[in-house]
């Protein structure tokens, strides 16, 4: 079993959409929970992170964490072409947040 | 946010050579990990760098393949040695940010084609 669980999609929604993104994880000692976003040719960006169970939000973007059910998931509201790129969950724990343990990635696609 | 450049963005290397990559941070950090990401896939831990002391690796990489070295709080290599076709791949560089909230900051990669 791995880590860290996501589904790659592709996902194909229409612009305006809203969009969850999702990941699983099987380690209790998991305590930092971050997205990022990956362009093509690009460097993962991180969008948000957090560490606590419950939501955070920042613009259209929210995060969640149920640590009881060690699910995370990332909540894009009114989607735009400009979302289009792959999301990748990250997970940290224990000594340093640095070294994380991704998701696969999912594949987003926002078509006008 | 912390600003990571990388160099070089991207090269065409042949089996069996070797190519260092240069990671340079614009503020001093304790910790500068390096990631590799298959083509396809995502990301995973190679090796995290300490300024002063060995770098620690990850389960499957090893010093020998994946020399490192950390010689100040800013600057980083990672080198790929004996080069194969399955060492193509993205490089990225990493840095964590501990301040008010501790964040973990990318480069844009070195894509590395082994022919």
């Known amino acids: 079993q791995k880590e860290v669980e996501q589904d790659p999609g592709p996902l194909s929604v229409p612009e305006g959409a809203i969009v969850s993104l999702n990941c699983t994880y099987s380690n209790s000692a998991f305590q930092y929970f971050m997205w990022y976003r990956q362009y093509s040719r690009k460097g993962p960006e991180l969008l948000m992170y957090t560490y606590s169970s419950g939501n955070k939000e920042d613009g259209r973007f929210t995060a969640q964490v149920d640590k009881s059910s060690k699910y995370i998931s990332l909540f894009i509201r009114d989607s735009q072409p400009s979302d289009s790129a792959t999301y990748l969950c990250a997970i940290a724990g224990g000594t340093s947040y640095g070294k994380l343990t991704f998701g696969q990635g999912t594949i987003l696609t926002v078509h006008p | 946010s912390a600003v990571i450049s990388q160099k070089p963005s991207r090269d065409i290397c042949q089996r069996g050579t070797s190519l260092t990559i240069q990671c340079q941070v614009d503020?001093?950090?304790?910790?500068m990990f390096w990631y590799r990401q298959q083509p396809g896939q995502s990301l995973t831990l190679i090796a995290t760098?300490?300024?002063?002391?060995?770098?620690?690796?990850e389960s499957g990489f090893v010093i020998d393949k994946f020399p490192i070295s950390r010689p100040n709080l800013t600057f980083s290599t990672l080198t790929v040695s004996n080069m194969s076709p399955e060492d193509s791949s993205i490089y990225l560089c990493s840095v964590e940010r501990q301040g008010r909230d501790t964040e973990a900051f990318f480069g844009q990669g070195t894509r590395l084609t082994v022919v």
């Open positions: 503020s001093q950090v304790t910790m």
């Open positions: 760098a300490n300024q002063g002391s060995e770098a620690t690796y």
